[in-house]
């Protein structure tokens, strides 16, 4: 039996970070920028790390990036994972901001599980655009497609 992406563990969403997941569930990448000084920050915080501003807003991303790293985690897994293993954790640096680094799956479509993907498909600097699925708790995810 395969699980769907609601049987996996559904991010735990704080005041700073609320917006993200707000605007994933409209189906749009978004990342916090100073409403100061422009710099975009992830994860979100309160503060501007590089002007002091508390001012912030959401700019829209256009949801392309590389695949920046990537494992295929082993077992001990939590039984909602390892019933999909082997899969992939990545970390995506964003086209957009190449500072901003993202970490989710690559997967073959928004709700495919997450051992849709062949291993020997990724590789370091594959490009990767989002999808959306909701996950447990009712929370929309980015995932990544591998192709732009």
Do not use: K
């Amino acid at each position: 039996m395969t699980n769907s992406a609601a049987d996996l563990l559904a991010p735990v969403i704080d005041e700073d970070g609320a917006p993200f997941w707000e605007y994933a569930a409209q189906g749009q990448l978004r990342v916090q920028a100073c409403a100061s000084c422009g710099e975009l920050r992830f994860p979100p915080r309160p503060c501007c790390p590089h002007c002091q501003s508390f001012r912030s807003t959401w700019r829209r991303m256009s949801g392309r990036g590389r695949i920046w790293s990537y494992v295929m985690p082993h077992p001990p897994l939590l039984p909602g994972y390892a019933e999909q293993a082997p899969y992939n954790a990545v970390v995506v640096e964003l086209a957009d901001a190449p500072h901003i680094r993202l970490v989710g799956n690559v997967v073959a479509a928004a709700d495919a599980p997450l051992n849709s993907v062949a291993p020997e498909r990724l590789g370091i600097g594959a490009p990767v655009r989002v999808a959306f699925t909701e996950a447990g708790g009712g929370v929309t995810v980015p995932r990544w497609l591998l192709g732009h």
